[in-house]
């Protein structure tokens, strides 16, 4: 059973960092595809960033790119989501995502992911 749990969320001021981290207690943590979405207040959930089994694949929103750094660490079943230069636009709750067992896409459209956390909360203040 896929449970995950974020961390990480609080209020920072803008050009400050952040480091989200989100833990699978399922124990097959390794052989999922790893993701993070953002829900802006009011807005539609959407991609931020991705990764593949073993951290070799990444995909980013051009939104974040350069700025934020996906990773895992297979052996204590977490991926992170390193955010730098934050900006207000960024504030948000994110989730933390995994796909099916077996799927290998770092897919974008939040409909091909099965598994959600329960979101963590990231203010930035301007």
């Known amino acids: 059973q896929v449970q995950l749990v974020e961390s990480g969320g609080r209020l920072v001021q803008a050009g400050g960092s952040l480091r989200l981290s989100c833990r699978d207690s399922?124990?097959?943590?390794?052989?999922?595809?790893m993701g993070w979405f953002r829900q802006p207040a009011g807005k539609e959930r959407e991609f931020v960033a991705s990764?593949?089994?073993?951290?070799?694949?990444?995909d980013y929103s051009d939104s974040v790119r350069g700025r934020f750094t996906i990773s895992r660490d297979n052996a204590k079943s977490t991926q992170y989501l390193q955010m730098n230069s934050l900006q207000p636009e960024d504030t948000a709750v994110y989730y933390c995502?995994?796909?099916?067992?077996?799927?290998?896409?770092?897919?974008?459209?939040?409909?091909?992911?099965?598994?959600w956390g329960q979101g963590t909360q990231v203010t930035v203040s301007s």
């Open positions: 995502a995994a796909r099916q067992a077996g799927d290998w896409g770092l897919e974008r459209d939040s409909k091909e992911w099965h598994y």
């Open positions: 399922g124990g097959t943590f390794s052989s999922r595809v």
């Open positions: 990764i593949n089994f073993v951290g070799g694949s990444t």
